[in-house]
């Protein structure tokens, strides 16, 4: 099955949201298959962020992930880069649809509340930045043929 990373941002955990991100996620169908809560190092932060080198606003969102405690997940589910990103909406919150995470929750592109990746090669980049393969409990779920045809 996919997999792709998520990360619920600082700002999601100061401001309670952890739980009601996740149970979207879960609600939409999709398997929590590995999940910690750390603290972002730079060095991790400008790797993760390494395409954004440069730009404008890449101070702020390196000092913005490692501003606390981030949880970071890997969910696992049929075509799940795309079922996340379309569940997290567009990157700035105003322009995010309704019934999103970012539309429903947030409000500025500095404070968007969750990193999804954004393509399959890049999920599979980031996993491997994020994760080492310990951190997966593997398990076959109950149901998911009611899930999936
Ligand atoms: P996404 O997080 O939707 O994949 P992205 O990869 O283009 O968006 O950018 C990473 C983060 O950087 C994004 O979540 C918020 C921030 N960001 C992107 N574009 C920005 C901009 N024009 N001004 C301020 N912050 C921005
Ligand atoms: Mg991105």
Request: charged share 25%; proline share 3%; aromatic share 8%.
């Amino acid at each position: 099955m996919d997999r792709t990373l998520i990360i619920l941002k600082p700002d999601a955990v100061q401001r309670g949201l952890s739980g009601e991100i996740i149970r979207r996620f879960e609600a939409r169908g999709l398997k929590i298959a590995a999940m910690k809560m750390m603290q972002v190092s730079r060095e991790l932060a400008e790797e993760h962020y390494a395409e954004h080198r440069g730009k404008g606003f890449y101070e702020g969102l390196v000092s913005y992930i490692t501003s606390g405690p981030v949880i970071v997940m890997a969910l696992e589910g049929k075509n799940v880069t795309a079922v996340t990103r379309h569940t997290i909406g567009a990157t700035n919150p105003l322009q995010a649809d309704v019934g999103t995470i970012r539309g429903d929750l947030a409000i500025e592109i500095g404070r968007n509340l969750v990193h999804g990746s954004d393509k399959p090669e890049t999920a599979e980049r980031e996993l491997a930045l994020w994760f080492s393969d310990s951190d997966f409990a593997p398990f076959e779920r109950a149901g998911d043929n009611w899930l999936y045809e």
